[in-house]
């Protein structure tokens, strides 16, 4: 089945040290987009990539950073974890429907819970 | 900017009991509309969606919405709960014309069953 796979689901790390977060999709869609979910509140965009074109929302620490090195895969790196940082982090893509629309129905993974010790 | 907003924090029905979950937006043209589950520990599962047309939309496992545009508003209904509903749902809007814009995520609905 096309799906969105994110790997690991559980992955714990020591304040500031750096971890990489993995996301792969077999849907083929152009767009890739990276959420921060803490307890009990909404998701949060980081960034998205459209293509290989990079989007990072204002408010996004720099602290944050992603790779997309082929349509398939994209990986978010926290350089620096902070205690701030734990939380869910989900990834989800889409594919636009038209030429200048990017919102389209956004198809997500099961996440990676994040703990920072 | 678009913005979305559930009123209710926590709702409790009975099992087999009818649900309404509400979702207000706010937005100037016509936008795309979502409601998502979410599991304990789970990513976001899509329900449904209202792009246009017919204002009164079928989801999975038995849930449907329901498009106002005079209340802006996008309401999740189901006739009769199970106890495998219990989760979190969010409601969020998409921009039409903007290609910049993302979703906007309401704070979220949980969502208990009592047997």
């Known amino acids: 089945d096309a799906m969105v796979i994110q790997n690991p689901r559980y992955q714990v790390t020591q304040f500031g040290k750096p971890v990489t977060l993995s996301c792969s999709q077999t849907?083929?869609?152009?767009?890739m987009y990276w959420y921060q979910q803490k307890s009990s509140q909404a998701p949060k965009l980081l960034f998205h990539?459209?293509?290989?074109?990079?989007?990072n929302e204002a408010d996004t620490p720099d602290n944050f950073q992603s790779r997309r090195p082929n349509t398939s895969f994209c990986f978010l790196d926290i350089r620096s974890p902070g205690l701030g940082d734990a939380a869910m982090y989900l990834c989800?893509?889409?594919?636009?429907?038209?030429?200048?629309?990017?919102?389209?129905?956004?198809?997500f993974g099961p996440g990676t819970r994040l703990t920072v010790l | 900017a678009q913005s979305v907003t559930q009123p209710d924090i926590h709702i409790t029905v009975s099992e087999g009991a009818s649900l309404e979950l509400r979702c207000n937006y706010s937005y100037g043209a016509t936008p795309y509309l979502f409601w998502y589950v979410q599991s304990p520990g789970q990513g976001l599962q899509l329900l449904l969606k209202y792009f246009s047309g017919d204002t009164l939309v079928q989801g999975i496992k038995g849930f449907e919405a329901e498009f106002k545009r005079s209340q802006s508003s996008f309401n999740l209904r189901k006739p009769s709960v199970h106890w495998s509903d219990a989760a979190e749902y969010f409601c969020a809007v998409g921009a039409r014309d903007n290609a910049g814009n993302m979703l906007t995520f309401g704070g979220g609905t949980r969502l208990m069953v009592k047997p």
């Open positions: 989800a893509t889409s594919r636009p429907r038209g030429l200048g629309q990017s919102t389209d129905t956004q198809y």
């Open positions: 990539y459209y293509d290989k074109d990079f989007n």
């Open positions: 849907l083929n869609h152009n767009v």
